[in-house]
């Protein structure tokens, strides 16, 4: 008996032959701005702490510091500024 694979109804945006858009935001510089980091700012925003949106995402620590890195780097000011915790690092400025 073979199954057929179901929707995700979740996530309606994932339908089969459903058309999708993804916009991202391109820097003068070349720095790009898409969900995935705007995804990475709004866990930092929830949960408070760098290492928790890492996990909630399913990436390293590393790769999430990478990635706000790159954030910081695409504008003037630092969209997130970061002060030592006790053992990770928590944004001083909300989101």
Do not use: C
Request: glycine share 8%; proline share 7%; charged share 25%.
């Amino acid at each position: 008996m073979t199954e057929t694979k179901q929707p995700d109804l979740s996530r309606p945006w994932h339908s089969a032959g459903m058309a999708r858009v993804r916009i991202s935001i391109v820097f003068e510089a070349g720095a790009r701005i898409g969900p995935g980091k705007a995804a990475l700012l709004e866990s930092i925003r929830d949960t408070g702490s760098i290492s928790a949106a890492a996990r909630d995402m399913g990436m390293s620590y590393k790769r999430a510091w990478m990635l706000l890195d790159s954030i910081n780097q695409a504008f003037t000011e630092p969209v997130v500024t970061v002060a030592p915790g006790d053992r990770e690092h928590i944004p001083r400025r909300p989101l």
